[in-house]
């Protein structure tokens, strides 16, 4: 492997090594409230067809809200304007303010734990899914399970983005 590459890679292993610490930590718990949600909407929804039930679906009250992109959007504006205050701060006063650098941290860990609930919750469901779409092939699993996926990816995509453009302007600030 080229010495460039080898070291693009080890920079995206660093980045996602944090995330993916966290979705060991999730995956078992956020992933079967996924699969779970999944097990409710599609009961429900065989119950309303035999009009057996009315309104929303126990699964939607149940995690209404659950996975929700404005707790992210949230703390990685946060991530985003604390680090561009660090980074002011350390350029104009030559000041290394460590409250601030500790809350930049606080703040990058609580973004990772947010980013890996949703990840792993919208797994579970895309697992359920899937398995659906096996047993009854007219169902939209496969749309929910690309959907899914979309998602995953641009929340993925975002995080590296965002833990990128903190990593280099810390790293400006050593």
Sequence with gaps: MAPEIKKKVLYVIDIFNPLIKELQKDFIFFGSCGFF?????IGYDHFKAGEFVQGNSFAERLFD???SPTPFVLVLHGLVVFTIIDFLIY??????WQCLNNTIEHIK????QIASTFITYTIGLAV???????IDANSEGWELVVIILIFNLFIISILFIILSFEKKIRKGNS
């Design 65 to 67: 809200g659950f996975v």
């Design 91 to 96: 350029k104009i006063l030559k000041v290394n």
């Design 37 to 41: 949600t999944g097990i409710l909407a």
């Design 128 to 134: 359920m899914a899937f398995l659906y779409h096996l």
């Design 109 to 112: 860990l609580r973004l990772i």
